[in-house]
Protein backbone atom coordinates (compact mmCIF):
# COMPACT_ATOMS: atom_id res chain seq x y z
CA UNK A 1 0.00 0.00 0.00
CA UNK A 2 1.64 3.21 -1.26
CA UNK A 3 1.14 6.42 0.96
CA UNK A 4 -0.66 9.43 -1.03
CA UNK A 5 -1.82 13.01 0.13
CA UNK A 6 -0.08 13.91 3.99
CA UNK A 7 -3.21 14.30 5.91
CA UNK A 8 -1.92 15.55 8.76
CA UNK A 9 1.87 15.96 10.29
CA UNK A 10 2.15 15.93 13.91
CA UNK A 11 5.29 16.57 16.49
CA UNK A 12 6.79 12.58 15.83
CA UNK A 13 4.58 11.37 13.16
CA UNK A 14 3.09 12.21 9.34
CA UNK A 15 -0.31 10.36 8.49
CA UNK A 16 -0.80 9.82 4.88
CA UNK A 17 -4.21 8.96 3.15
CA UNK A 18 -3.90 5.61 1.10
CA UNK A 19 -5.90 4.34 -1.92
CA UNK A 20 -8.07 2.29 0.70
CA UNK A 21 -10.47 5.31 2.14
CA UNK A 22 -10.26 3.16 5.35
CA UNK A 23 -6.55 3.12 5.85
CA UNK A 24 -3.53 5.46 6.68
CA UNK A 25 0.50 5.25 6.59
CA UNK A 26 1.55 6.38 9.63
CA UNK A 27 5.29 7.59 9.11
CA UNK A 28 7.46 7.78 11.93
CA UNK A 29 9.90 10.54 11.72
CA UNK A 30 12.99 10.90 13.88
CA UNK A 31 11.58 13.94 15.35
CA UNK A 32 11.74 14.68 19.06
CA UNK A 33 9.94 16.77 21.25
CA UNK A 34 8.59 17.05 25.06
CA UNK A 35 6.98 19.24 27.22
CA UNK A 36 3.96 20.10 24.79
CA UNK A 37 6.92 20.45 21.64
CA UNK A 38 8.69 22.93 23.64
CA UNK A 39 11.84 21.16 23.94
CA UNK A 40 12.59 19.44 20.02
CA UNK A 41 15.19 17.64 18.17
CA UNK A 42 15.74 14.80 15.61
CA UNK A 43 17.01 11.88 16.89
CA UNK A 44 18.57 9.70 14.59
CA UNK A 45 17.23 5.79 14.10
CA UNK A 46 14.48 7.03 15.88
CA UNK A 47 11.60 6.68 13.37
CA UNK A 48 13.12 2.81 12.69
CA UNK A 49 13.10 1.91 16.54
CA UNK A 50 9.71 3.23 17.74
CA UNK A 51 7.69 1.91 14.30
CA UNK A 52 9.30 -1.53 15.09
CA UNK A 53 8.59 -1.31 18.74
CA UNK A 54 5.32 -0.24 18.20
CA UNK A 55 4.32 -2.91 15.69
CA UNK A 56 5.80 -5.43 18.25
CA UNK A 57 3.44 -3.74 21.24
CA UNK A 58 0.64 -3.68 18.72
CA UNK A 59 0.70 -7.35 17.71
CA UNK A 60 1.14 -8.24 21.39
CA UNK A 61 -2.26 -6.69 22.68
CA UNK A 62 -4.10 -8.17 19.58
CA UNK A 63 -2.79 -11.57 20.70
CA UNK A 64 -4.38 -11.31 24.02
CA UNK A 65 -7.97 -10.05 22.09
CA UNK A 66 -7.29 -6.34 22.14
CA UNK A 67 -8.67 -4.65 19.36
CA UNK A 68 -5.84 -2.14 17.79
CA UNK A 69 -5.57 -0.03 14.42
CA UNK A 70 -2.10 -1.98 13.77
CA UNK A 71 -2.31 -3.57 9.99
CA UNK A 72 1.18 -4.10 9.05
CA UNK A 73 4.62 -3.11 9.17
CA UNK A 74 5.34 -1.01 5.34
CA UNK A 75 8.32 -0.28 5.55
CA UNK A 76 11.58 0.74 8.23
CA UNK A 77 9.70 4.01 9.28
CA UNK A 78 6.22 2.94 7.79
CA UNK A 79 3.52 1.06 9.21
CA UNK A 80 -0.59 0.11 7.55
CA UNK A 81 -3.27 1.59 10.05
CA UNK A 82 -6.83 1.60 10.17
CA UNK A 83 -8.21 5.19 9.97
CA UNK A 84 -9.99 5.87 13.15
CA UNK A 85 -11.75 8.67 14.34
CA UNK A 86 -9.54 9.90 16.79
CA UNK A 87 -11.33 11.17 20.75
CA UNK A 88 -9.53 13.98 21.27
CA UNK A 89 -8.49 12.15 24.89
CA UNK A 90 -5.37 10.70 26.18
CA UNK A 91 -5.42 7.56 28.72
CA UNK A 92 -2.94 7.64 31.26
CA UNK A 93 -2.70 4.68 33.41
CA UNK A 94 0.07 4.60 36.20
CA UNK A 95 1.41 2.06 38.16
CA UNK A 96 4.28 3.73 39.65
CA UNK A 97 4.07 7.48 41.03
CA UNK A 98 6.15 9.80 38.29
CA UNK A 99 6.02 12.74 36.17
CA UNK A 100 3.05 15.17 36.57
CA UNK A 101 1.22 12.98 39.10
CA UNK A 102 4.10 13.99 41.87
CA UNK A 103 4.30 17.37 40.78
CA UNK A 104 0.56 18.00 41.48
CA UNK A 105 0.01 16.05 44.22
CA UNK A 106 2.87 15.81 46.07
CA UNK A 107 3.41 12.53 45.59
CA UNK A 108 6.82 10.53 46.29
CA UNK A 109 8.05 9.59 42.66
CA UNK A 110 8.74 5.54 42.83
CA UNK A 111 6.04 5.19 44.57
CA UNK A 112 4.64 1.88 44.11
CA UNK A 113 0.41 2.33 43.65
CA UNK A 114 -1.43 -0.58 45.10
CA UNK A 115 -3.99 -0.60 42.18
CA UNK A 116 -3.09 1.53 39.21
CA UNK A 117 -4.82 5.26 38.60
CA UNK A 118 -5.95 5.68 35.17
CA UNK A 119 -6.71 9.70 34.22
CA UNK A 120 -7.87 11.68 31.06
CA UNK A 121 -6.19 14.36 29.63
CA UNK A 122 -7.78 16.64 26.56
CA UNK A 123 -5.15 16.24 23.72
CA UNK A 124 -4.56 20.14 23.03
CA UNK A 125 -0.69 21.38 23.03
CA UNK A 126 -2.24 25.12 23.53
CA UNK A 127 -3.83 24.28 26.37
CA UNK A 128 -0.94 22.20 27.57
CA UNK A 129 -2.90 18.80 27.55
CA UNK A 130 -4.92 19.84 30.69
CA UNK A 131 -6.49 16.72 32.92
CA UNK A 132 -9.94 16.44 32.26
CA UNK A 133 -12.74 14.05 34.41
CA UNK A 134 -15.98 12.12 32.53
CA UNK A 135 -18.27 15.06 33.54
CA UNK A 136 -15.90 17.54 31.41
CA UNK A 137 -16.25 14.43 28.68
CA UNK A 138 -20.17 14.43 28.27
CA UNK A 139 -20.38 18.36 28.72
CA UNK A 140 -18.41 19.19 25.97
CA UNK A 141 -18.99 15.84 23.59
CA UNK A 142 -15.65 14.66 23.29
CA UNK A 143 -16.76 11.03 23.89
CA UNK A 144 -20.05 9.35 24.80
CA UNK A 145 -20.45 7.55 27.92
CA UNK A 146 -20.68 4.26 26.51
CA UNK A 147 -17.12 4.93 24.45
CA UNK A 148 -15.70 6.05 28.04
CA UNK A 149 -16.56 3.38 29.68
CA UNK A 150 -14.68 1.29 26.26
CA UNK A 151 -11.71 3.62 26.67
CA UNK A 152 -11.07 2.79 30.49
CA UNK A 153 -11.85 -0.87 30.52
CA UNK A 154 -10.00 -1.37 27.21
CA UNK A 155 -6.65 0.52 29.02
CA UNK A 156 -6.40 -1.53 32.07
CA UNK A 157 -7.39 -4.65 29.74
CA UNK A 158 -3.77 -3.44 27.92
CA UNK A 159 -1.96 -2.90 31.32
CA UNK A 160 -2.77 -6.37 32.64
CA UNK A 161 -0.90 -7.56 29.03
CA UNK A 162 1.92 -5.25 29.37
CA UNK A 163 2.52 -4.66 33.10
CA UNK A 164 3.43 -8.71 32.65
CA UNK A 165 5.42 -8.51 29.42
CA UNK A 166 7.76 -5.61 31.12
CA UNK A 167 7.83 -7.40 34.24
CA UNK A 168 9.03 -10.49 32.27
CA UNK A 169 11.45 -8.78 30.71
CA UNK A 170 12.81 -7.49 33.96
CA UNK A 171 11.56 -3.63 33.09
CA UNK A 172 8.98 -1.77 35.11
CA UNK A 173 5.98 -0.08 33.20
CA UNK A 174 5.87 2.79 35.58
CA UNK A 175 2.88 4.96 33.40
CA UNK A 176 1.70 5.44 29.73
CA UNK A 177 -0.22 7.28 27.30
CA UNK A 178 -2.89 5.06 24.86
CA UNK A 179 -5.27 7.35 22.55
CA UNK A 180 -8.49 5.54 21.34
CA UNK A 181 -10.62 6.37 18.04
CA UNK A 182 -13.43 4.40 16.28
CA UNK A 183 -14.11 1.80 13.80
CA UNK A 184 -16.81 0.92 12.43
CA UNK A 185 -18.55 1.77 15.82
CA UNK A 186 -16.06 0.40 17.94
CA UNK A 187 -13.57 2.01 20.30
CA UNK A 188 -9.93 0.90 18.97
CA UNK A 189 -6.70 0.98 20.40
CA UNK A 190 -4.43 4.10 18.16
CA UNK A 191 -1.98 6.10 17.50
CA UNK A 192 1.48 4.34 18.98
CA UNK A 193 3.19 2.59 21.80
CA UNK A 194 6.66 3.24 22.25
CA UNK A 195 9.46 4.70 25.24
CA UNK A 196 8.12 7.87 23.51
CA UNK A 197 4.64 7.74 25.66
CA UNK A 198 5.10 5.38 28.45
CA UNK A 199 8.10 5.52 31.06
CA UNK A 200 9.89 2.14 31.64
CA UNK A 201 12.64 1.63 34.47
CA UNK A 202 15.13 -1.17 34.69
CA UNK A 203 13.75 -3.44 37.64
CA UNK A 204 17.30 -3.65 39.46
CA UNK A 205 18.60 -0.35 39.09
CA UNK A 206 15.73 2.00 38.38
CA UNK A 207 17.85 3.46 35.18
CA UNK A 208 15.36 5.13 33.49
CA UNK A 209 14.83 3.31 29.72
CA UNK A 210 11.91 6.18 28.04
CA UNK A 211 11.88 9.50 26.75
CA UNK A 212 12.87 10.96 30.38
CA UNK A 213 16.17 10.53 29.03
CA UNK A 214 15.36 13.37 26.56
CA UNK A 215 13.70 15.16 28.84
CA UNK A 216 16.63 15.11 31.50
CA UNK A 217 19.07 15.87 29.03
CA UNK A 218 20.47 12.09 30.43
CA UNK A 219 21.73 10.92 26.60
CA UNK A 220 21.26 7.54 25.09
CA UNK A 221 17.94 8.11 24.18
CA UNK A 222 17.43 6.21 21.60
CA UNK A 223 19.82 3.12 22.77
CA UNK A 224 17.92 2.99 25.68
CA UNK A 225 14.55 2.77 23.79
CA UNK A 226 16.27 -0.06 21.78
CA UNK A 227 17.39 -2.16 24.57
CA UNK A 228 14.24 -1.87 26.00
CA UNK A 229 12.64 -3.43 22.97
CA UNK A 230 15.26 -6.11 22.59
CA UNK A 231 14.27 -7.18 25.92
CA UNK A 232 10.66 -7.61 25.08
CA UNK A 233 11.42 -9.52 22.15
CA UNK A 234 11.79 -6.57 19.47
CA UNK A 235 13.87 -7.82 16.55
CA UNK A 236 14.97 -4.55 15.43
CA UNK A 237 17.59 -6.47 12.48
CA UNK A 238 14.95 -8.55 11.35
CA UNK A 239 13.75 -8.23 7.15
CA UNK A 240 10.89 -7.02 6.76
CA UNK A 241 8.07 -9.10 5.56
CA UNK A 242 7.94 -7.86 2.36
P1 LIG B 1 0.66 14.82 17.86
O1 LIG B 1 -0.59 14.98 17.06
O2 LIG B 1 0.35 14.72 19.34
O3 LIG B 1 1.72 15.81 17.55
P2 LIG B 1 1.92 12.59 16.38
O4 LIG B 1 3.06 13.33 15.80
O5 LIG B 1 2.18 11.23 16.91
O6 LIG B 1 1.20 13.34 17.59
O7 LIG B 1 0.83 12.54 15.25
C1 LIG B 1 0.07 11.44 14.94
C2 LIG B 1 -1.40 11.84 14.92
O8 LIG B 1 -2.15 10.81 14.28
C3 LIG B 1 -1.99 12.02 16.32
O9 LIG B 1 -2.71 13.22 16.36
C4 LIG B 1 -2.92 10.82 16.49
O10 LIG B 1 -4.05 11.14 17.28
C5 LIG B 1 -3.30 10.51 15.05
N1 LIG B 1 -3.60 9.10 14.81
C6 LIG B 1 -2.94 8.04 15.31
N2 LIG B 1 -3.47 6.87 14.88
C7 LIG B 1 -4.51 7.21 14.07
C8 LIG B 1 -5.47 6.45 13.32
N3 LIG B 1 -5.44 5.13 13.30
N4 LIG B 1 -6.42 7.13 12.62
C9 LIG B 1 -6.44 8.49 12.63
N5 LIG B 1 -5.56 9.26 13.31
C10 LIG B 1 -4.60 8.63 14.02
N1 LIG C 1 2.40 11.22 27.97
C1 LIG C 1 2.46 11.26 26.59
N2 LIG C 1 2.00 12.35 25.93
C2 LIG C 1 1.47 13.41 26.57
C3 LIG C 1 1.42 13.39 27.98
C4 LIG C 1 1.90 12.27 28.65
O1 LIG C 1 2.91 10.31 25.96
O2 LIG C 1 1.05 14.38 25.91
C5 LIG C 1 2.91 10.05 28.70
C6 LIG C 1 4.23 10.32 29.39
O3 LIG C 1 5.32 9.96 28.56
C7 LIG C 1 4.14 9.43 30.61
C8 LIG C 1 2.65 9.35 30.92
O4 LIG C 1 1.98 9.72 29.72
O5 LIG C 1 4.60 8.12 30.31
C9 LIG C 1 2.23 10.25 32.06
O6 LIG C 1 2.70 11.56 31.80
P1 LIG C 1 2.55 12.71 32.90
O7 LIG C 1 1.11 13.04 33.11
O8 LIG C 1 3.31 12.33 34.10
O9 LIG C 1 3.15 13.98 32.19
P2 LIG C 1 4.67 14.45 32.00
O10 LIG C 1 5.12 14.94 33.32
O11 LIG C 1 5.40 13.27 31.49
O12 LIG C 1 4.52 15.54 30.98
Redesign the pocket.
Given at each position: MQKQEELYSGKAKSVFTTSNPDQLVLYFRDDTSAFDGKKREALSRKGMVNNRFNAFVMEQLEESGIHTHFIELLSEQESLVKQLQMFPL?C?VRNVA????CKRLGVTPGLELERPIFEF?LKNDDLG?PMVNEYHIRAFEWAEPQYVEQMKKQTFAVNDVLKALFAKAGLILV???LEFGLYQGQVVLGDEFTP????VWDAQTREKLD?DRFREDLGGVIEAYELVGRKLGVEFDEALPI
Open positions: EVAGSLFDDYKDGCRK
